[in-house]
């Protein structure tokens, strides 16, 4: 994976968050082990494939939820993945706020089409 670090437009750090991930035909829950704001590394519950875009929703610690709509999968080894967002994807980050989520009338699921 040494080559993946060579192409990596930042250095992640590593953190801990839990994360769910979703392509619309499955729903699986991980923890991610790095991040930036180009990509990361997710252990995840779900196998996934190269290629494959997921929508993430990443839930750190004593901040809002983030929601990102497109993330696509460039290495898969076991459970862990790396996903990279271009500066396309960045557009379709963001938070989740109180009263987004007041609006909405019943359960929401952030996860499904």
């Known amino acids: 994976m040494s080559d993946q ?3 990596r437009r930042n250095v992640r750090t590593p953190v801990a968050h839990a994360v769910y991930y979703s392509d619309g035909t499955f729903h699986a829950s ?3 082990k790095d991040l930036t704001s180009s990509g990361g590394c997710l252990r995840g ?3 996934v494939i190269v290629g494959m875009e997921l929508f993430v929703l990443l839930i750190p610690r004593n901040q809002k939820a983030l929601l990102v709509k497109k993330a696509t999968v460039r290495w898969v ?5 790396g996903l990279e967002l271009s500066e396309v994807d960045c557009g379709h980050v963001g938070e989740l706020t109180d009263e987004e989520l007041a609006r909405q009338n019943g359960p929401v699921s952030l996860l499904t089409n």
Request: charged share 30%.
């Open 5 to 7: 670090t060579e192409k």
């Open 30 to 32: 991980g923890i991610t």
């Open 77 to 81: 080894a076991d459970s862990e993945f």
């Open 45 to 47: 519950s779900h196998l």
